[in-house]
């Protein structure tokens, strides 16, 4: 066992070994607040700003077709990307070019991005998880229509980490991204460069969404009325990087997975088909303090996973599946995400050091409310069906609550013990990091490192730290289940 904090008499027990997560897990249930371990993460730095644009790229989002199935084409929206100015490489297509791109970018660069919206619906972009000025954040009240432009200027401050961007009209995200509008943005750094982990070819971005397809080949949306509005849309047909093929021919050595589920609303249990332990280095917000090993992980919808794992012993055409595991025996059977399958080539084998980054974490003394809570309850109404403290969403407006003053690090509650069911919460703006969860029932990292996305699952409480010190203005704070997110389940909250 490696780390152990003690507070108000619940403790929790932090542990690489596996005989320390079984130990872990049957300490959870017997303390009422038990205080997850924050997680290790390195300290925010403060990035000199750039006097002039290192990467200038024109995004367009348009309709087109694309050849998924052999019998019959299909229609989506996508992304396209072009480099006007900068580095070439720092753009690419994913595989069929239907989801993605790509964007490569290094910690500290001033992007210039053009966004053409040539989707017959209004639309803006969103980059999940980049801590940019309000301006650049994509807010739904910056939406443009057909045809219009919306220019942004802004630095990646954010450290090495997987992230994204999508669609953010307010009422309209849900299936855009179902067509598939949603682009990925890897940041690098000086510090994840320094731990020469598995890279190019050995390094694997795993984008995982479910869509509802139909008889003649298209995306379905909301064909299940009330009930799709109430659970989220969950598909028939899973996609990796928008293609169905989701195996993966790989070297016999160390790969690195990069995991987003980017699934309107279904969570996925993750899992190794041969039980081995997930080595998990990283979450939403970059790498972890230490590489944290567990049997199964939960991620939710936004949420992202970085993996290690090391294929040397495999044979050449032997496999290893990434699955999903049923939360609870019978409940469902496992299926798999993605397989891995070993080619005749070597790769290298990757020693995972002890410590992967530097360790800050936000002190809950920091907190200006630490005695005076904010709590927002996930509620369902009858006339707006998801809310945030039962009112829907209101584009211009926030609440004395949702006014923060500017420098403050507060203390944030969800409350999930209205209703039944997960919510995955997503705020804009800084990362935070989880303080705590009344259950104790986490799985996994789900916790841990630097988080913009945080599961509540049903009859759960989660507690937040978050700075509001990089950009004063007006930001969001939502369900990232896209259907709940659509039909209310969204607020403002405003830095001043
Ligand atoms: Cu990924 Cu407000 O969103
Ligand atoms: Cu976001
Ligand atoms: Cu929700």
Redesign the pocket.
């Known amino acids: 066992m490696s780390v152990m904090l003690l507070k108000k008499g619940g403790y929790m027990v932090r542990s690489n070994s596996r005989r320390g997560f079984i130990k872990q897990a049957a300490l959870i249930s017997l303390t009422a607040w038990p205080v997850a371990a924050r997680a290790a993460s390195a300290l925010i730095e403060k990035i000199a700003p750039r006097p002039t644009v290192d990467l200038a790229i024109k995004l367009r989002a348009f309709a087109r077709t694309v050849s998924l199935y052999p019998d019959k084409p299909t229609d989506v929206w996508s992304y396209e990307a072009n480099v006007v100015n900068g580095r070439g490489g720092s753009v690419r297509t994913s595989g069929n070019g239907f989801l993605g791109p790509v964007f490569e970018v290094h910690q500290g660069e001033r992007l210039a991005v053009e966004y053409i919206n040539d989707i017959p619906e209004e639309s803006i972009v969103h980059w999940h998880g980049l801590d940019v000025p309000a301006d650049q954040d994509g807010h739904p009240h910056h939406t443009v229509p057909t045809g219009g432009v919306f220019k942004y200027d802004f630095q990646v401050t954010n450290r090495a980490g997987l992230y994204f961007f999508h669609p953010h009209p307010h009422g309209k995200l849900g299936n855009q991204v179902t067509k598939g509008l949603v682009g990925v943005f890897i940041v690098r750094d000086s510090e994840e460069a320094a731990l020469g982990l598995p890279n190019d070819q050995d390094e694997h971005l795993i984008c995982v969404q479910d869509r509802r397809v139909s008889a003649d080949r298209q995306f379905e949306y909301l064909t299940g009325g009330m009930h799709d509005r109430m659970m ?1 849309m969950h598909g028939n047909e899973l996609f990796i990087n928008g293609e169905l093929n989701r195996t993966k021919i790989v070297r016999r050595g160390s790969q690195r997975l990069r995991i987003l589920n980017g699934s309107n609303a279904r969570l996925y249990n993750l899992a190794w088909s041969d039980g081995r332990d997930l080595e998990i280095i990283g979450t939403d917000g970059g790498l972890l303090e230490k590489p944290h090993n567990v049997k199964s992980m939960l991620l939710a919808p936004a949420e992202r996973l970085d993996v290690l794992v090391d294929l040397s012993e495999l044979k050449e055409g032997e496999s290893l599946s990434l699955q999903s595991i049923p939360l609870a025996a019978g409940a469902g059977s496992p299926f798999d995400i993605m397989t891995l399958t070993a080619s005749a080539e070597e790769g290298s084998r990757f020693v995972v050091p002890p410590v992967l980054s530097k360790i800050e974490l936000i002190q809950e003394s920091e907190a200006v409310n630490l005695n005076n809570l904010k709590t927002f309850k ?1 509620v369902p109404t009858r006339d707006h069906g ?1 809310t945030i403290d039962g009112v829907p969403y209101d584009m211009h407006g926030a609440s004395a609550k949702e006014t923060v003053k500017f420098g403050d690090t507060e203390i944030w509650e969800f409350d999930n013990t209205v209703a039944g ?4 919460i997503h705020i804009h703006g800084t990362p935070f990091q989880v303080l705590s969860r009344q259950s104790g029932n986490f799985t996994g990292a789900m916790d841990l490192g630097w988080k913009d996305t945080v599961l509540l699952l049903p009859g759960d409480k989660v507690r937040l730290l978050k700075r509001f010190n990089t950009h004063k203005g007006l930001f969001v704070y939502h ?1 990232h ?1 896209l259907e ?2 659509d039909v209310s ?1 969204m607020r403002n909250f405003v830095v001043q």
């Open positions: 989220g996930l998801w069911m997960p919510h995955p369900c289940n709940h997110e389940m």
